[in-house]
C-alpha cells in the first residue's frame, strides 16, 4: 500500500497549482484523505481533509483560496491551490486513513511529500 503525491513545484504569489495523491494497493476503502504541510522549522500541520461522507475540513489560512476533492473510483484526492503565498511555501504531505482487504479497522498513511515553493 502506498500514497504517491504529485503535482508540487514553484510558482509565483497568486499562482496556482494542483496537488494530486493516488492511493494504491490492496484497499477496500478510504475513510478520510487529505493534506498536510510542513514548512522548515515548523510542525506538520493540517491543511484540508476530506471524509468518506462527503464534508471537507479545511484550515483557516487556506479557506477560500485551496479546494480539495476526491475521486472515490480513483482512489484519488486532489488539492487545488489558488492566489499561493510565500507563506504557503513547505512540504505537502498526502494522508489517508485506509481500510485494507482482509485486515481489520482502519491503518493509517502518509504520501512521500511533495515540494511547494511560492517565490517572485
Known amino acids: 500500500v502506498q500514497l504517491q503525491a504529485s503535482g508540487g513545484g514553484l510558482v509565483q504569489p497568486g499562482g496556482s497549482l494542483r496537488l494530486s495523491c493516488v492511493a494504491s494497493?490492496?484497499?477496500?476503502?478510504?475513510?478520510?484523505m487529505g493534506w498536510y504541510r510542513q514548512a522548515p522549522g515548523k510542525q506538520r500541520e493540517l491543511v484540508a481533509i476530506?471524509?468518506?461522507?462527503?464534508?471537507?475540513v479545511y484550515a483557516d489560512f487556506v479557506k477560500d483560496r485551496f479546494t480539495i476533492s476526491r475521486d472515490n473510483a480513483k482512489n484519488t484526492v486532489n488539492l487545488q491551490m489558488d492566489s499561493l503565498k510565500p507563506e504557503d511555501t513547505a512540504v505537502y504531505y498526502c494522508?489517508?486513513?485506509?481500510?485494507?482487504?482482509?485486515?481489520?479497522?482502519?491503518?493509517?498513511?502518509w504520501g512521500q511529500g511533495t515540494q511547494v515553493t511560492v517565490s517572485s
Open positions: 494497493g490492496r484497499i477496500a476503502s478510504i475513510d478520510a
Open positions: 494522508n489517508a486513513d485506509l481500510r485494507l482487504v482482509g485486515r481489520l479497522g482502519v491503518t493509517n498513511y
Open positions: 476530506s471524509t468518506s461522507g462527503g464534508s471537507t
